[in-house]
């Protein structure tokens, strides 16, 4: 098994920025990626950003590119989502996921960015 447990969240004006925290605990060994995923009021759960923990490749939606940025601290087991120039599309519920081959996704509880002036 895999805890995932997120913070970071809260309200930020359009312009502003955020960090978002997932600290990993448990069957962290096997993790194979690690990232982001938003849902909006009505929307369907999307992906923001992954990274895969051996070489630390990366990959955005294209509505983040440039402005958000993923990174992991294999010593702390954290992964983090650094997010600049926030617009107001970008409030969502923030979901923090962890993929090991062969079992179910894990996710956070998740943790809620509203950009709103």
């Known amino acids: 098994q895999v805890q995932l447990v ?5 309200l930020v004006q359009p312009g502003g ?3 978002l925290s ?6 962290i060994y096997s993790i194979y990626r690690m990232g982001w995923f938003r849902q909006a009021p009505g929307k369907q ?10 070489g630390g490749s990366t990959n955005y939606a294209d509505s983040v590119k440039g402005r958000f940025t ?8 954290t992964v983090y989502l650094q ?5 107001p599309e970008d409030t969502a519920a923030y979901y923090c996921n962890a ?6 996704h894990y996710w956070g509880q998740g943790t809620q960015v509203t950009v709103s002036s």
């Open 22 to 27: 997932c600290a990993a605990s448990g069957s």
């Open 17 to 19: 920025s955020l960090r």
């Open 70 to 77: 993923i990174s992991r601290d294999s010593a702390k087991n």
């Open 83 to 87: 997010m600049n120039s926030l617009k």
């Open 99 to 104: 993929v090991r081959l062969g079992y179910p």
């Open 45 to 54: 759960r999307e992906l923001v950003a992954v990274i895969i923990t051996e």
């Open 6 to 10: 997120e913070s970071g969240g809260g």
